[in-house]
């Protein structure tokens, strides 16, 4: 990944108002592989205290949106197309974090496999909480 096109994906991302709102930080942008943390707050949470499957949901829609837009060299957007997760346990963690990976990049249509994890106070410890398959497409 050039350096032009690294600074390109961190300009949108500290724009958008979205992830401000998540206090979302951007942790890894490799070509073809995006992750990002979003800390626990009371609003993306379920009563037991466990983070809501809208919340992990949204989490893996942006990840495997930038990690796409890490494939391509130039400058483009992408929108989803397909999106699949599946829980496979309750989400009870100090934060989430994603790791995307393009599975297949088109010159279109990109595949994209986004592993969510929630990581404990200290940070240490990871435990895989969802899994999912994503399609976005270039649109520009």
Do not use: W
Not at 60 to 82: K, L
């Amino acid at each position: 990944m050039t350096s032009e096109k690294k600074q390109l994906i961190l300009d949108s991302f500290s724009r958008s108002e979205t992830l401000k709102f998540y206090k979302a930080e951007l942790l890894a942008v490799e070509t073809d592989y995006i992750s990002i943390k979003i800390p626990k707050m009371e609003m993306m949470t379920r009563k037991a205290g466990m983070f809501n499957g809208a919340m992990i949901a949204s989490l893996v829609d942006v990840s495997s949106g930038y990690a796409a837009v890490s494939h391509y060299e130039e400058d483009c957007y992408v929108v989803t197309v397909e999106l699949k997760v599946n829980y496979l346990r309750p989400a009870i963690g100090e934060a989430l974090v994603s790791k995307s990976y393009v599975v297949k990049g088109g010159g279109k249509i990109s595949v994209v496999r986004t592993e969510i994890y929630v990581v404990d106070e200290n940070g240490g410890n990871e435990s895989h909480v969802a899994t999912s398959l994503v399609t976005m497409m270039k649109i520009k």
